[in-house]
T-cell receptor, first 110, second 115 residues
Framework: SQQGEEDPQALSIQEGENATMNCSYK?????LQWYRQNSGRGLVHLIL?????REKHSGRLRVTLDTSKKSSSLLITASRAADTASYFCATDQRDDKIIFGKGTRLHILP | ETGVTQSPTHLIKTRGQQVTLRCSSQSGHNTVSWYQQALGQGPQFIFQ???????GRGNFPPRFSGLQFPNYSSELNVNALELDDSALYLC??????????????FGSGTQLSVL
């Protein structure tokens, strides 16, 4: 079973616009991570936010975490063609295993 | 590049056969996790190995088994292949066993097709 559920499943935006993806999860977590995957290759870690943090930035990425709503969002500002990829949220289980959601497929239009 | 290497990159098998997939973890990483990713889905946790011992398992049948060697490289074995086993198999390493503040470093995966 998967812990996180991303929303939307797919997103197409114009280059230069901002992209927002959401993730909801079911159980208590210690942290939440976001990963990116380009066309069926390995996943690349983007950012990690701990349960006691509410917002975190890394370059053009901004992640928020609301533990009361069990949700997180990933914002990519000033999108580029190279941002076209699938994005997954991942949460740790009580036994410290990292479990992934189904992902959001982001397509940046030229 | 993460330093995690998987082999082979692609593999075609027929139903009922057995397959072995290999993974070399990043230098200094003693924990390896395996994931199965079906087309259009997120990675599903198969199991994790820490210091040559299985350290947690997802909802996969016993015909999915693994090994970890003293150099921390790992193998995933799947017996009696079924059509639904067709997927991208991902290996990920980390410096400590699933500690919640550590990120995973992924290989590029092995694409397995079962005919």
């Amino acid at each position: 079973s998967q812990q996180g559920e991303e929303d939307p499943q797919a997103l197409s935006i114009q280059e230069g616009e901002n992209a927002t993806m959401n993730c909801s999860y079911k159980t208590s977590i210690n942290n939440l991570q976001w990963y990116r995957q380009n066309s069926g290759r390995g996943l690349v870690h983007l950012i990690l936010i701990r349960s006691n943090e509410r917002e975190k930035h890394s370059g053009r990425l901004r992640v928020t975490l609301d533990t009361s709503k069990k949700s997180s969002s990933l914002l990519i500002t000033a999108s580029r063609a190279a941002d076209t990829a699938s994005y997954f949220c991942a949460t740790d289980q009580r036994d410290d295993k990292i479990i992934f959601g189904k992902g959001t497929r982001l397509h940046i239009l030229p | 590049e993460t330093g995690v290497t998987q082999s082979p990159t692609h593999l075609i098998k027929t139903r009922g056969q057995q397959v072995t997939l290999r993974c070399s973890s990043q230098s200094g990483h003693n924990t390896v996790s395996w994931y199965q990713q079906a087309l259009g889905q997120g990675p599903q946790f198969i199991f994790q190995y820490y210091r040559e011992e299985e350290n947690g398992r997802g909802n996969f049948p016993p015909r999915f088994s693994g090994l970890q060697f003293p150099n921390y490289s790992s193998e995933l074995n799947v017996n009696a292949l079924e059509l639904d086993d067709s997927a991208l198999y991902l290996c990920a390493s980390s410096p400590v066993p699933g500690r919640s503040y550590e990120k995973l470093f992924f290989g590029s995966g092995t694409q397995l097709s079962v005919l």
